[in-house]
């Protein structure tokens, strides 16, 4: 048994990378499955996902990123009536590629989003299964890029750019292995895979070049489950990426590299979209999921239905964290490049709640157990050692300044456009000489800072224990008041309960043992509303096993 403090965090789901010899990985599972995750990965715990594409543009139907093949190959009669009804007879997919404009496309403004939200690593779609290039791809003659057709932009450069001049954030790119109509592609499939023209000529040149060009520190590979990794030359690409390429060092890969590889290979495991296994697994992996519960990508057709609570978004990261594992967070902007304001409202509220609880959250671990028995609402983690938990507490601090730098911002704004309504509206008095009757009323200014300390602001004081705290994440507040878990075990005199975020935030709480064995904790007796947030509370326990 490892004692870390007094939590016993679960380490194996992932090891640190140490690159003080230089390890040479040979192009075999059994190689490349041995190279440590860089440690960025598993620290960030919060990645956010962007589809985007041609798809974009008709934007229609359950999961628009899959039109051209439910047009096309599956004939769903809801496309094929779409399409008759609002597009000529002679119409193709490709038609479409002139109305993905990203005209309002500002990828400052992402990566700032992107930032509040309070993730730490960002994955784009290069490519997609209809094989249409967000960069200007010198690897095919044929126009079915971005720079050639659409918005005549380098979508990956320009984001790749922001994020880095704006963020400290970690940049990655999706990339499918597969295309549905590529004549290479499918004469391969129709050689039982005993060829590969399509991966000689199109995959690997496309991923080399990407890599060199963009340096992503995240390749999110898909589109590999019509053939197995030796078709794909996988274990040779990842050996030059791991030995050679420019991101060597920092780069981290998915485990989507073959039929025979998934959930199996590869660096860490995302399995299935929407992975969520409820336990600890034995590797690293990534929950990849939707705030809008059935498309990647923005679709025209939806609904308030159709997306995510709060409450929804924050249990399953809290249940996907306490497992051990990341949540890659996908939005799915507009053909025109907008973020639609209820995802810019789901990514914000992560972000303020991640102000708070960030210190229990960023590099945290697996507690000995990741869900209490006796409340099923209420999850747990814990941080491995005090550098760590000081590093999670700065990058929490530091959020929380970035949110309060974007309120000043916005008030400024207001105050802005405050001042150019009465300069206004004393033109159209003197003008129209309206009289009295016009209101006067005065504008009501919110102080920014006061908010930002009864929301955001902690006032540090000394830990009276040396110790780690164990995290409980209280996902539904209990109707009497009172906290009963089963889990946290041998508290004495000196250990502590401290709930984050409440305005008496480093006053300890009321609590009491159980027998045989747990506690009760007296939550906070203060409204709701007084709370920095009303759907997930993070408690700190100090001294308990």
């Known amino acids: 048994m490892l004692k870390l ?29 041995k190279r440590p995750l860089p440690d960025w990965f598993d620290f960030s715990k919060l990645g956010i996902f962007i589809h985007w594409g041609v798809f974009s543009a008709p934007s229609y139907g359950h999961s628009p990123a899959w039109g051209w093949y439910y047009w096309k190959i599956q004939k769903v009669p809801g496309w094929q009536v779409f399409m008759e009804k609002n597009y000529r007879p002679d ?76 963020t400290n954030l970690h940049f990655g790119l999706y990339h499918s292995l597969y295309e549905w109509f590529n004549p290479l592609y499918l004469r391969d499939k129709a050689n039982n895979y005993q060829t590969n023209d399509f991966v000689m000529e199109k995959t690997l040149p496309e991923l080399y070049e990407i890599v060199k060009a963009y340096k992503p520190e995240l390749i999110w590979s898909d589109g590999q489950w019509e053939a197995p990794s030796w078709y794909w030359n996988s274990t040779i690409f990842l050996a030059w990426l791991y030995n050679q390429s420019p991101v060597k060092d920092t780069v981290i890969v998915n485990d989507r590299w073959g039929n025979d590889t998934t959930c199996k290979h590869g660096g860490y495991l995302n399995c299935d979209d929407r992975f969520n296994p409820g336990e600890v697994q034995t590797r690293k992996w990534e929950n990849a999921m939707t705030l809008n519960r059935d498309s990647w990508s923005w679709r025209r057709d939806t609904d308030i239905g159709q997306f995510l609570t709060t409450k929804e978004m924050l249990s399953t990261f809290v249940k996907t964290i306490s497992c051990g594992g990341n949540m890659l967070m996908n939005v799915g902007p507009t053909k025109g490049g907008v973020i639609n304001p209820i995802l810019q409202e789901r990514l914000m ?30 999850w747990y983690t814990c941080q491995p050692d005090r550098e760590v938990h000081e590093k999670a507490k700065e990058t929490t601090r530091n959020l929380r300044k970035s949110l309060l730098e974007n309120e000043q911002q916005n008030e400024k704004r207001k105050e802005k456009i405050t001042a150019e309504e009465k300069q206004w509206q004393k033109h159209f008095r003197e003008k129209r000489e309206l009289g009295d009757w016009m209101a006067k009323e005065d504008i009501v200014e919110i102080d920014v800072e006061e908010m930002a300390k009864v929301y955001f602001e902690k006032n540090p004081k000394q830990e009276s224990s040396a110790s780690v705290p164990i995290f409980a994440f209280v996902l539904d507040w209990p109707k009497s008041n009172i906290l009963l878990l089963s889990a946290p075990t041998n508290g004495t005199d000196t250990s502590r309960v401290v709930m984050l975020g409440s305005d008496e935030v480093d006053i300890p709480l009321d609590w009491a043992p159980l027998e045989p064995t747990g506690i009760a904790i007296q939550m906070p007796r203060v409204p709701i509303s007084r709370l920095p947030h009303h759907l997930a509370w993070v408690i700190s326990l100090y001294g308990f096993y």
């Open 5 to 33: 403090g007094i939590c016993l965090c679960v380490l194996a789901c992932f090891v640190l990378i140490d690159r003080s010899e230089s390890i040479i990985y040979e192009p075999t599972w059994e190689s490349l499955d």
């Open 91 to 166: 119409f193709t997919y490709a038609d479409f590629a002139k109305d993905f404009t990203a005209e309002f496309f500002e990828p400052d403004d992402w990566a700032t989003l992107f930032k509040l939200s309070g993730a730490k690593y960002v994955v784009l779609t290069a490519k997609h299964h209809e094989g249409y290039c967000n960069w200007h791809t010198n690897v095919s003659s044929w126009n079915w890029n971005s720079v050639d057709v659409g918005p005549h932009r380098d979508l990956v450069g320009d984001l790749a750019r922001s994020i880095r001049a704006k």
């Open 349 to 378: 509220e992560m972000g303020t709640w991640l102000g708070v609880n960030g210190g229990a959250v960023y590099g945290s671990k697996p507690w000995r157990v990741p869900k209490d028995a006796m409340n099923s609402n209420v």
